[in-house]
Nanobody, 121 residues
Framework: QVQLVESGGGLVQAGDSLSLSCLAS????????MGWYRQVPGKERELVAG???????YYDDSVKGRFTISRDFAKNTVSLQMNGLKPEDTAVYYC???????????????WGQGTQVTVSS
């Protein structure tokens, strides 16, 4: 069973930078896709950035050029470097890990507990 523990987050001012990290435990030889989502009250959780099991990265348009996702496959960690933060980036950020199943791997979706990021104007 994959478990995710996030660190980072906090209160910053607009234009500042912040870094989030996520450590995955219980990862087997089946390498999951990992990513970061965020959610504000009253809205659905949305994808911020992700990295596939093969290392391909992708971003939501709203964070392209400002956020960078990176992954250490050996340490089972994924990080999100957030630069040029805006008040609209304020949300609870969740780390995710998922495997669609097949090829001897089990299907699953795992989530971290979430970490608050607040950007003041």
């Amino acid at each position: 069973q994959v478990q995710l523990v996030e660190s980072g987050g906090g209160l910053v001012q607009a234009g500042d930078s912040l870094s989030l990290s996520c450590l995955a435990s219980g990862v087997t030889a089946c390498v999951p896709a990992m990513g970061w989502y965020r959610q504000v009250p009253g809205k659905e959780r949305e994808l911020v950035a992700g990295v596939t099991s093969g290392g391909t990265t992708y971003y939501d348009d709203s964070v392209k050029g400002r956020f960078t996702i990176s992954r250490d496959f050996a340490k089972n960690t994924v990080s999100l470097q957030m630069n040029g933060l805006k008040p609209e980036d304020t949300a609870v950020y969740y780390c995710s890990a998922s495997d669609p199943g097949g090829n001897g791997c089990e299907e699953y979706d795992a989530w971290g507990q979430g970490t608050q990021v607040t950007v003041s104007s």
